[in-house]
């Protein structure tokens, strides 16, 4: 597995309609819980086929769910996707600015973007972006004291990155 690049699209596939909002968050939920358990199983490309029809029901209505931008925003970085992985990890923030993962995944996908890049100013201005979401992500009212360590660790690759990014750039013409 691993292929996150498309949807499942066989006929096969049952389509989840829904007739107004409400139903349509019941049945992403139901949908959330099964990308859940691909995910647990390591299915990954399964899980953010999941996310991603239940994030396409709810758009349908004008409506949205942090927590399954960012759990399809995990689905992507285990593949390594971490242009759209950081894409949903703000989607997340824009739809719950206090909702910690956001931050989280997309501070995690902005460094996995600095990954074999020679030094520039906008490789530097994402690392600097990285470390503003972990800093914000700890900041988060319901944020677990259990990933504090963790998200520290990563602050501080991400202000090394920035810090080497910012001495090694090619000056400017």
Known sequence: TGDVSAPDTEETREEVIADDVATARVKAGALRAAGN????A???DDAWATYS???ALLKRFGAGDARLHTNRAACLLTAGRWVPAAFDGQRAIDLDPEFWKGYWYRGQALLGQ???KRPSPAMSEKADAALR???RASRCVAF???KRERVEQLQARARNI???LAQNQCPQS
């Open 53 to 55: 029809e239940a994030i």
């Open 133 to 135: 979401c972990l800093e």
């Open 42 to 44: 390591d299915r990954y």
């Open 162 to 164: 920035a810090f080497y």
């Open 37 to 40: 358990a691909h995910f647990n």
């Open 144 to 146: 677990p004291e259990a």
């Open 114 to 116: 600095l990954r074999g």
